[in-house]
């Protein structure tokens, strides 16, 4: 019996450590993302403290706008780097404590590349969203589809820039709304992107969604 006990404790314990933390973002909010009485407004900010967990973790965006720059910066994107990273939208933002609790038809979470003008493409996102694994990391590690990108709709991203590159890495000219890419490395890039709608973005060539070389998606 005492074994037993001791057994329960430890698995209690271990799924207690691989729990994965969520953090939570509202477009009106100031916190540090740790509630929905505590949200944070920055999405990236969010991306990058879970990305930092060993274990990664769940972003839980409430409906609204947000924007990839805040100093309308067509080279500023959100920027995903790491397996195990969930970003979910559609929720109203007040008392969801599941997933199967938001609506994203209703509670509408949009990703916009929208950042100078209103409304004029000529100074929008270059990207609104690139997923590649961290070019400054030691060892470059696959992201698989234990990401995922889960209820947003993303709109007015604008790769219009011809054949220039952003610090040679990311061309400014394919990708509007998602740019994939392995460097051109045999690395696997497979995020899951799930319940996403893509809405008036545009590009020099290839389209809203660009995956480079060995990268691949998957959409569902």
């Given at each position: 019996m005492k074994k037993t006990v001791l057994l329960a404790l430890a698995l209690i314990a271990m799924q207690g450590l691989m729990a994965q933390t969520i953090r939570y973002v509202k477009e009106t909010s100031s916190g540090d993302g740790s509630s929905w009485n505590n949200a944070s407004?920055?999405?990236?900010?969010?991306?990058?403290?879970?990305?930092a967990d060993p274990n990664g973790g769940e972003v839980w965006v409430a409906q609204g706008t947000y924007y990839p720059s805040k100093t309308n910066n067509r080279d500023d994107f959100f920027r995903i780097k790491a397996n195990n990273i969930k970003l979910y939208?559609?929720?109203?933002?007040?008392?969801e404590t599941s997933i199967s609790q938001r609506d994203i038809v209703n509670n509408k979470t949009i990703l916009s590349g929208d950042i100078g003008t209103a409304n004029n493409l000529t100074d929008n996102s270059y990207h609104i969203m690139a997923?590649?694994?961290?070019?400054?990391?030691?060892?470059?590690?696959?992201?698989?589809?234990?990401?995922?990108?889960?209820?947003?709709?993303?709109?007015?991203?604008?790769a219009n820039s011809g054949s220039v590159t952003n610090d040679g890495l990311y061309p400014r000219f394919s990708g509007s709304a998602v740019f994939?890419?392995?460097?051109?490395?045999e690395v696997n890039?497979?995020?899951?992107i799930s319940n996403c709608t893509f809405i008036n973005n545009r590009a020099f060539q290839s389209g809203a969604i660009y995956c480079d070389a060995a990268a691949t998606s998957s959409n569902g």
């Open positions: 407004n920055d999405l990236q900010a969010m991306i990058d403290a879970v990305s939208g559609g929720f109203e933002g007040t008392t997923i590649a694994y961290d070019e400054n990391a030691s060892v470059h590690n696959p992201i698989d589809n234990s990401t995922v990108i889960d209820g947003f709709e993303f709109t007015s991203g604008n994939i890419t392995s460097w051109g490395e890039i497979t995020p899951t």
